[in-house]
């Protein structure tokens, strides 16, 4: 029996134009950071040409889709809308002349995402989920689809030590609730993902617990979205920092797969496409594995 009998996976994404088979081969989204502070690349591709080469080098490595961040999720330097759409719009504009793939907005300000759509996103990734009550209704009138991520108290928040009673519950019961009003906006099933937002307001116990319990998030039906890489839970746990944790990063990745996950947003596209042709022919896929 296949393991994919495991899971209750939806077979099909969208994202703008494109349709991908998710039966059991999952897509993999490169990360393109636009922030001088983030957690793993610390800025060394904030500058524009940098950037450039950065995306290119993702294409290449074979992403599916570029997801374009211009605020990091953790604690920081405050950083106004305006300073955001500075960094985000013009790099939006630049990847849709150059590159024929789909491009995803990583923000939580409505007039940021409708802004990203008209340079050319069509993807909205939203970790406060959907804490900007416009959000919905501006990716649903550009067409696009969301991404639903669970986070306890909300973006640049610290959160030390969160509690749940129960975090799988918590989780799945929060990420249906924001799956089902992305639908009452009217953005159909194939264009939501749902995220569990590992290390969002998550210890790193609660994170592991989580990734383990993928195949109950992948039974709320929608396309589900794997962000673990080079997370804390996996670099404290292989006691390293956190530019060598590529190893535990293919495990998660790995694992998530085989429990339903179908989108991986991976700072390193090509071990993460590697990763997911290996489990797409474990799992049964009938295309040719290459």
Known sequence: MPLAAFTDVPSVLELGTRRFDIRHRAVVMGILNRTPDSFYDKGSYFEFDAFLRKAEELVVAGADF????????????????????????????????????????????ASVAREAFAAGAVVGNDISGFADPDYLAVCAAAGASVVATHIRLGPRIPDPEPHYDDVVTAVRDFLADRAAKAKEAGIPPERIMVDAGLDLGKTEEQSLTLLRASDVLAQLGYPLFLSASNKRFLWKLLGVDVTSAQDGTNAAHALGIARGCRILRAHDVRAARRVATVMAAILGAEEEVV
């Open 66 to 109: 570029l997801d374009v961040g211009g605020v990091k999720a953790g604690p920081g330097d405050p950083v106004s809308e305006a300073e955001e759409l500075d960094r985000v719009i013009p790099a939006i504009e630049a990847l849709h002349q150059r590159f024929d793939v789909p491009l995803s907005v990583d923000t939580w300000r």
